[in-house]
């Protein structure tokens, strides 16, 4: 020990006492820093500065026509941008931004084309198209900015997409809202025609036995004849409303049957959204069998699938509902066994929710999920996840056919009652000549009452007629439950279609800026390069022969250690208060970035106090291999499959990961699984260098011998 202690001390001395050495030494000890530093710096915060790439927009839009309505939408993405300053949107023409893409003035262009307005009128037709918005990229500028631009130019795209969402099903709906209100102020008209027309064939069998008494009670059928002509009035004009309301209400029901054809697409889109909630429940369960798994993973897998299943429960619901109302107004039951699988999915829902609850509860309390609850909620997902597949499965061929036909058979009927009023208005003036005549009959004798007593059967039968049709009408469908139906918020209805699910976010370790995120990485890369600069300057060897090899390993890695330790504390007080870099733990920092240089040095050390020069190259090939192997930049698991398979064998691995739970908040179950595979890393080192130091160095005596006399390796 007195030997090993004597080379550090001598050392130490040598470095104090010639100022020459010492300037060597303290350039050694601040050029990683320096290296780290410049890195951290410049790397800060690359995506808050993104208003310096520039993409040019060149607007072609012409304004087109949407239900009377002039719209340009080209313009309004031209506005938006405008206010949009995260990236440097330039607005020129079509020539300018392709040019200016092709000669790296702009790294990308957006053209938006003349007909792009154009098409987005088209929803309403039979023949809608999707609109399109030129994107062109320079992808030889740089690598990195056309992510960022094509990032720029999908907002573009998500912004005008669910805009045009919004605005689509709040017309729909609107034109449901105003169905309905139609209706509701004209029902009582129509409950007049109704009763009406009821009450004039009851009547009948009367003036047909009015009639018949009038051969020999003449003043008797004078009455009966003046009551009927004092209800036909009432009776022409309301069949006269009642025809024009039911043809508005037929042109009414045409409109929204389209509607309902166009909103058919986001129905199915919910019945996804509902089935990727049945799946999100699923993936829970695995989660919760997973007895490695981190509690506050787990917790927060609970709440995010209680929320989801929350809104699950209410879009079944409401969707149910509207198939209920939709089977009602067409009169049949075809949607039935659709309504029956959203009840069951509802259901399931519900006590998926009920089941997730009670598991969060237990975790609260500090208890295991149990088993069977944990069965139960994989049970009742597969379920509901088996329900949402028949019914997407059938979607298109069965039940959306189903949801247009209810709508057709109530046009049918809207249809009927038109032609229903329209008869009735062709009856009533041959009914008035015929009442008029009876009443000249009267004063005429008996034997005008004979002709009116023959004409009556045929009247009594149109107004039977009549009747008849009016019941089949209610049998088709029930109108106060149509009213119900399309009076329903379309505010609400059509916010709720263009944003049914909500993102709730939650970050764990929070960490403001990319530069803090990214000094694990560069921290860790330059105390290695630090130990390279030091073998390289450095000798690792004590020519005075007294020494044993193992004193001289030893005696020399202290001298090495120290600069080491001081090249860290310089990182890391550095990154902490000369940048500010954004630490959790700074005394945690400090330490474990000493930790690592002791670890990186005698890595380094060993491999060149063993093997010499070769140890060098050694040295610099494990840094090349760390640097995309061991995750710093990017994750892992989409680098090729040879580092992922060197990954966990690098010491940078379990290095930058030390320095990240620093730098986010430290977790001691990784701290101590990286410390322990720093150990196992110090131990193989330890026993190379003790271990074939002295036979190596022997054996290499004289090829490093041979090799100096070149002059050009020393």
Do not use: C
């Not at 040598?14 to 320096?34: E, M």
């Not at 202290?558 to 940048?579: K, W």
């Not at 990961?657 to 990784?670: H, P, Q």
């Amino acid at each position: 020990m007195n030997n090993i202690g004597s080379i550090y001390s001598r050392d130490i001395r040598n470095i104090v006492t010639n100022w020459a050495a010492a300037v060597v030494i303290l350039g050694l000890v601040l050029l990683p820093s320096l290296y780290a530093w410049f890195n951290i710096k410049a790397s800060w915060d690359p995506y808050g500065q993104t208003s310096g790439v520039l993409i040019a927009v060149a607007n072609n839009d012409q304004a087109a026509d949407l239900r009377g309505q002039a719209i340009n939408l080209g313009e309004e993405i031209v506005t938006s941008l405008k206010k949009n300053h995260k990236i440097g949107w330039t607005f020129v023409d079509q020539e300018a931004a392709l040019r200016g893409v092709e000669h790296g003035d702009y790294y990308a262009s957006l053209v938006i084309p003349a007909d792009f307005s154009a098409k987005i009128a088209t929803v309403l037709t039979d023949d809608p198209q999707k609109a399109e918005i030129l994107y062109t990229v320079n992808e030889k500028i740089n690598a990195v900015a056309p992510k960022i631009t094509s990032k720029g130019a999908s907002s573009v795209i998500e912004e005008v997409s669910g805009n045009f969402v919004k605005v689509a099903n709040g017309t729909i709906f609107r034109i449901f809202n105003e169905v309905g209100i139609e209706l509701e102020n004209e029902l009582p008209t129509i409950e007049k025609v109704r009763t009406l027309v009821f009450k004039l064939e009851t009547i009948f069998p009367e003036l047909n036995s009015a009639v018949t008494t009038a051969l020999t009670d003449v003043k008797k059928t004078n009455e009966i004849i003046r009551k009927a002509q004092d209800n036909l009035p009432i009776v022409s004009r309301l069949a006269q409303d009642g025809e024009q309301f039911t043809s508005r209400l037929g042109d009414y029901l045409s409109r929204s049957s389209e509607a309902v054809k166009a909103a058919a697409p986001d129905i199915k889109q919910d019945l996804i959204l509902l089935r990727h909630t049945a799946a999100s429940a699923e993936e829970l369960t695995g989660i919760l069998q997973d007895a490695a798994a981190d509690p506050a993973l787990v917790k927060s897998a609970l709440d995010r699938t209680a929320g989801r299943l929350t809104s699950a429960v209410g879009a079944a619901d409401r969707m149910a509902s509207l198939f209920g109302q939709l089977n009602s107004s067409g009169g049949s039951q075809v949607l039935t066994s659709v309504i029956e699988k959203l009840q069951q999915t509802k259901n399931r829902f519900q006590q998926m929710l009920t089941l997730v609850n009670q598991i969060t509860e237990g975790l609260d309390k500090g208890e295991q999920p149990a088993k069977e609850l944990v069965d139960n909620l994989s049970r009742l997902s597969e379920e509901a996840d088996s329900l949402l597949g028949d019914i997407l499965q059938r979607y298109e061929g069965q039940i959306q056919p189903q949801i247009l036909q209810a709508m057709k058979q109530a046009n049918t009927a809207a249809r009927n009652a038109h032609n229903v009023l329209v008869e009735a208005n062709k009856s009533i003036p041959d009914l008035t000549k015929i009442l008029q005549d009876a009443a000249k009959g009267l004063t005429l004798g008996d034997r005008e009452l004979h002709a009116i007593q023959s004409q009556l059967p045929e009247v009594e039968a149109k107004v039977k007629g009549l009747a008849e049709r009016i019941r089949s009408f209610e049998k088709e469908g029930n109108l106060a439950e149509i009213i119900d139906l399309l009076k329903n918020n379309f505010e609400k209805e059509s916010e709720f279609f263009a944003e049914p699910v909500l993102l709730k976010e939650n970050k764990l370790f929070p960490i403001p800026n990319y530069g803090s995120a990214m000094s694990p990485f560069f921290t860790t890369l330059s105390l290695w390069v630090g130990a390279l600069l030091l073998v390289s300057l450095l000798t690792v060897d004590v020519h005075e022969p007294v020494y044993r090899s193992y004193q001289v390993f030893f005696g020399r890695y202290l001298t090495f250690l120290t600069l080491a330790i001081l090249q860290s504390l310089m990182v890391t007080l550095g990154d902490i208060y000369i940048l500010g870099a954004y630490v959790a733990d700074k005394l945690g920092f400090i330490s474990f970035g000493m930790l690592l240089s002791a670890v990186f040095m005698l890595i380094v050390y060993t491999l060149v106090s063993v093997f010499g020069n070769v140890g060098k190259a050694l040295a610099i090939v494990l840094l090349v291999l760390q640097l995309a192997g061991s995750g710093g930049t990017f994750p892992i698991q989409v680098t090729p499959p040879f580092f992922q398979a060197i990954h966990p064998y690098l010491p940078f691995t379990y290095g930058i990961d030390l320095m990240r739970e620093a730098v986010g908040g430290i977790l001691w179950d990784n701290v101590y699984s990286d410390v322990f595979m720093m150990a196992v890393y110090v131990g193989i080192t330890l026993l190379i260098g003790l271990a074939l130091k002295e036979t190596i160095n022997t054996a290499s005596r004289n090829l490093v011998k041979k090799a100096k006399e070149s002059k050009l390796i020393h």
